[in-house]
């Protein structure tokens, strides 16, 4: 059973980088498309960012575009999502979302979500 554990979270100031990490259990990562998204209570989940299976291919959302950059480490089973310049607006859970056949973008849904992990930037 597919299994994604995501990392690195924590409380930040506005300016600051964070980098998120995702570790895939029980398959090779290769086999996946990965992505990220962000949730505020109350709110919509939103797309951050999705990559396709060799890494070849990103997408991000308008409002992290040229901020965030994901990325993927086969031997380690890893995706990883670098976050720069964060703001206040970046404060959600961010969950790792893994899909075989779609890569995770803005209305998709992903087959396997992880639990996610607090962001939290002040002002």
């Known amino acids: 059973q597919v299994q994604l554990r995501e990392s690195g979270g924590g409380q930040v100031q506005a300016g600051d980088s964070l980098k998120l990490s995702c570790l895939l259990s029980?398959?090779?990562?290769?086999?996946?498309?990965m992505g990220w998204f962000r949730q505020v209570p109350g709110f919509e989940r939103e797309f951050v960012a999705g990559?396709?299976?060799?890494?070849?291919?990103?997408y991000y959302g308008d409002s992290v575009k040229g901020r965030f950059t994901t990325s993927r480490d086969h031997p380690r089973n890893m995706v990883y999502l670098e976050m720069t310049n964060l703001k206040p607006e970046d404060t959600a859970v961010y969950y790792c979302?893994?899909?075989?056949?779609?890569?995770?973008?803005?209305?998709?849904?992903?087959?396997?979500w992880g639990q996610g992990v607090q962001v939290t930037v002040g002002s």
């Open positions: 979302a893994a899909d075989p056949s779609t890569i995770p973008r803005m209305n998709t849904s992903p087959r396997f």
């Open positions: 029980g398959a090779p990562i290769g086999l996946y498309a």
């Open positions: 990559i396709s299976w060799n890494g070849g291919a990103t």
